[in-house]
């Protein structure tokens, strides 16, 4: 079966960094996709991976490693308004994306 | 309209009673989707559209319908609800083109309680 796994719940400090980690299996692979999700809101696409390596934007960065199955998002200077949830998906070999459950992301003052 | 709208915003429905969730588009978007979004689980694909005219199933189809007879419209019918249905409801687009550009948009979403 396909299954994507991430950390239910992180805490983080606000001014600091987290990582957010997703794992995955997938009959095939054609990308990999972070979305952003504030409570009783819709997600918003933060970033996208295909290729090996790290992608940047702005205090955002999301790292992808195909042969591991891997990627995490990187958050810097972390400021209140990021407390969400971030969820990975993966586009499969039939280009539908699969979706993890997500990460609730906390941050402290 | 700017990006993609859903309605309505929220609605208690009987069981056994029908109901259409509306979606609409304007960004000329080819591919349509219907979620759904339980707590606990990632969002759940019920129908997608890759372009008007066609539509396919998606993990969880039972119980819902779509049409797509333009590029902009994407309703999803629940024939006779089942409380099993109560979830939020989230319309998205996307333009399919390939590599990052194949991110999908998402609605503002409908919430639905079926008692």
Known sequence: ?109 | IAGITQAPTSQILAAGRRMTLRCTQDMRHNAMYWYRQDLGLGLRLIHYSNTAGTTGKGEVPDGYSVSRANTDDFPLTLASAVPSQTSVYFCASSSGTGGESTAQYFGPGTRLTVL
């Not at chain 1, 042969?67 to 998002?73: A, E, H, N, R, V």
């Not at chain 1, 972390?78 to 971030?86: N, P, R």
């Not at chain 1, 070999?93 to 003052?109: C, D, E, M, R, V």
Request: a neutral charge; aromatic letters at 12%.
């Open chain 1, 1 to 109: 079966g396909q299954n994507i796994d991430q950390p239910t719940e992180m805490t983080a400090t606000e001014g600091a960094i987290v990582q957010i980690n997703c794992t995955y299996q997938t009959s095939g692979f054609n990308g990999l996709f972070w979305y952003q999700q504030h409570a009783g809101e819709a997600p918003t696409f933060l970033s996208y991976n295909v290729l090996d390596g790290l992608e940047e934007k702005g205090r955002f960065s999301s790292f992808l490693s195909r042969s591991k199955g891997y990627s995490y998002l990187l958050l810097k200077e972390l400021q209140m308004k990021d407390s969400a949830s971030y969820l990975c998906a993966v586009k499969d070999s039939n280009y539908q994306l699969i979706w993890g459950a997500g990460t609730k992301l906390i941050i402290k003052p």
